[in-house]
C-alpha cells in the first residue's frame, strides 16, 4: 500500500481524534495530524506484525494531541503575562484615557446580564461571592460571567483602536472606574432624598432600603484569582488609604464641634459676664485659645477634604505595587525551598527572573497542598531549562562524535558542555534503556534509550522528564507508579 492510500484511508480517523482532544482547534489539529504520519513513517518498520494501525493510530494521536495542548497553553500563559506586563509598562499614554471615552458606550452595547456583572464587579467593586448572590448565581458561576463579559467589551472597546487583553482592562477598570464623590455629597443627596419622600410617606422605606445594600456589597476582597489579583490589591490599598483619612477626618469633625460648643458656652458666658461683671483673665485666655484651635481645625478640615477628593492611583503606584506584589511572591517561593532543603534541587540555578515571575503568577500560596505543588512546579521548570539548554546540545553533539551512539552514563557528557556542570547535577541523572520503564510509558516512546532523573523529590507531584537523541517528553499526567522501573 502506497503512502498515499495509506494517509487516505486512515486521515479521518486521525483528524477526529486530535480535533477532539485540541478542543475543536482546527489549527492544531491538523498539526498534529501531519505529526502523527510522520511519526508513523519514522516508526512503520519497527511495529509489531500483529499490530492494529487504526488501534496504533488513534492512541498516538491522542498523545501527541494531548502534549501539543499542553505546550500550546503553556506557550499562550507565558505570552499573555508578557503582554499584560508591556500594557502596564507602555509609556505612550496610558491606557485609562484610552478606556475611559469608549467605557460607557461599550457597556451599553453589552447584554442586561454581561453589563450588570461588570458593573457589579468593577463599578460597585463587589467580590465575586457578592456578584453571584447578586446574580443568583454561584461564585464560580459569577467569575466565568465576568470573564466572559469582560471578553466581550474587550472586543467593542478593540473596534474603537483600544487594544488591551482582557486581563490588562480588568486591571485597569479595578484601578480608574470608579472616582470618590466628593466629600459631604452623600450627606446632601441623602437629605434630598428623604425629603423627597416624605412626601409620598416612602422615608422609611427609602432609609431601608439603603441599609440593606449597605449591609449586601460588603467589604472588596484584596486578592482573588490571578488574573486581576495584583490591581485589586492597590485597590485595596487605596483603599485603606482612604478609611483612614474618613477616620481621621471624623475625628478632626468630632473635635471640632466638641471645641465649638465650648466656645459658644464660653461665648455666653462672656456675654453674662459683660452684663455684670468683667471676665477673668483665665477665662479670656481659654477662650482666645479656643477660638484659635477652632479656625485652625476648620483649615485642617478642608484640606484634608480637598485631598480625599482629589486621591487617586496614580500609574507608578500600581506599577510599584505590582513589582512588589510579585517580589513578595517571588520570595514567598524561595523561601519555602530555604526552609526545606530537602525540596530544594541544584538545577535551581537554571531558573531565570523571567522564569521566577511567571512561577509567581502561577502558584497559589494559600493551602498546604499549594505550596507542596508550588515548589513542584518550581523543580519542573528548572529540570526543564537545564534539559533543553544544557543536556539536550550536549547529547547531541555526543552522538554526532561518536557514530550517533548513545552514553552509557551522563558523566560522558562532561565534554561536550557549553560551560561545566557541578556533579550534584550529573548525580540527579541517569542512562536507562526504554524497556526499563514503567511498561505504560514504554508505550509513549519511540527511542531505545533516555537520559531521565534517578528519583523525584516528591513522586506524587513530580513529573518524570526523558531526553532522548530525537526528542524530549515531559510527562504530567502519569500516575506515581511512572516512576517505578522494570527489573
Aim: glycine share 4%.
Amino acid at each position: 500500500m502506497s503512502s498515499k492510500d495509506l494517509v487516505t484511508r486512515h486521515i479521518d480517523l486521525v483528524y477526529s481524534a486530535a480535533l477532539r482532544v485540541a478542543s475543536g482547534d482546527r489549527h492544531l489539529a491538523e498539526d498534529v495530524t501531519q505529526m502523527v504520519f510522520m511519526d508513523l513513517a519514522r516508526k512503520a518498520r519497527g511495529l509489531p506484525r500483529d499490530v492494529l494501525l487504526a488501534g496504533w493510530l488513534h492512541r498516538h494521536t491522542c498523545y501527541t494531541a494531548a502534549k501539543a495542548v499542553r505546550t500550546e497553553r503553556r506557550r499562550k500563559t507565558r505570552e499573555r503575562i508578557a503582554m499584560e506586563i508591556r500594557a502596564l509598562d507602555d509609556n505612550t499614554e496610558p491606557p485609562w484615557e484610552r478606556i475611559a471615552p469608549h467605557l460607557d458606550e461599550g457597556l451599553n452595547q453589552l447584554s442586561a446580564c454581561d453589563r450588570d456583572a461588570i458593573v457589579l464587579r468593577f463599578l460597585k467593586r463587589q467580590d465575586l461571592r457578592a456578584v453571584g448572590a447578586a446574580l443568583g448565581i454561584s461564585e464560580d458561576a459569577a467569575q466565568k460571567r465576568v470573564n466572559r463579559a469582560l471578553e466581550k467589551l474587550r472586543g467593542v472597546l478593540s473596534r474603537r483602536s483600544v487594544a488591551l487583553t482582557a486581563t490588562a482592562l480588568a486591571s485597569v477598570l479595578a484601578a480608574e472606574a470608579v472616582t470618590a464623590a466628593p466629600a459631604g455629597l452623600a450627606v446632601s443627596v441623602t437629605a434630598a432624598s428623604v425629603a423627597a419622600a416624605a412626601g409620598t410617606g416612602t422615608a422609611l422605606t427609602l432609609l431601608k432600603f439603603m441599609a440593606t445594600t449597605k449591609l449586601k456589597t460588603g467589604v472588596i476582597s484584596a486578592i482573588i484569582v490571578a488574573s486581576v489579583v495584583t490591581p485589586l490589591m492597590v485597590q485595596h490599598q487605596a483603599q485603606a488609604r482612604l478609611r483612614d483619612q474618613d477616620e481621621s477626618l471624623r475625628q478632626r469633625a468630632d473635635q471640632l464641634a466638641k471645641l465649638q460648643a465650648d466656645n459658644e458656652r464660653l461665648s455666653s458666658l462672656h456675654a453674662v459676664a459683660n452684663n455684670s461683671r468683667p471676665p477673668s483673665k483665665d477665662q479670656l485666655t481659654e477662650l482666645m485659645r479656643l477660638r484659635g484651635e477652632v479656625g485652625r481645625l476648620r483649615t485642617d478640615l478642608r484640606e484634608s477634604e480637598q485631598a480625599k477628593t482629589n486621591a487617586s492611583i496614580s500609574r507608578n503606584e500600581m506599577l510599584a505595587s505590582m513589582a512588589n506584589f510579585y517580589s513578595e511572591r517571588v520570595s514567598q517561593i524561595k523561601q519555602l525551598l530555604e526552609t526545606n532543603p530537602s525540596e530544594k534541587i541544584p538545577e535551581l540555578q537554571f531558573l531565570s527572573d523571567s522564569d521566577w515571575l511567571w512561577l509567581a503568577h502561577k502558584n497559589k500560596l494559600d493551602t498546604e497542598e499549594g505550596y507542596r505543588r508550588a515548589m513542584s512546579r518550581t523543580r519542573k521548570m528548572a529540570e526543564e531549562n537545564f534539559g533543553a539548554d544544557v543536556l539536550k546540545p550536549a547529547l547531541e553533539k555526543y552522538a554526532k562524535g561518536n557514530d550517533g551512539q548513545f552514553p552509557g552514563d551522563v558523566s560522558q557528557l562532561k565534554p561536550y558542555f557549553k560551560s561545566p556542570v557541578d556533579d550534584a547535577i550529573l548525580q540527579r541523572w541517569e542512562v536507562l534503556p526504554k524497556r526499563r520503564l514503567f511498561r505504560d510509558l514504554q508505550a509513549q516512546l519511540d527511542e531505545d534509550w533516555y537520559i531521565t532523573q534517578r528519583a523525584p523529590v516528591n513522586a506524587a507531584l513530580d513529573q518524570r522528564i526523558l531526553y532522548g537523541l530525537k526528542k524530549g517528553h515531559s510527562f504530567a499526567d502519569g500516575p506515581p507508579d511512572w516512576w517505578d522501573l522494570v527489573p
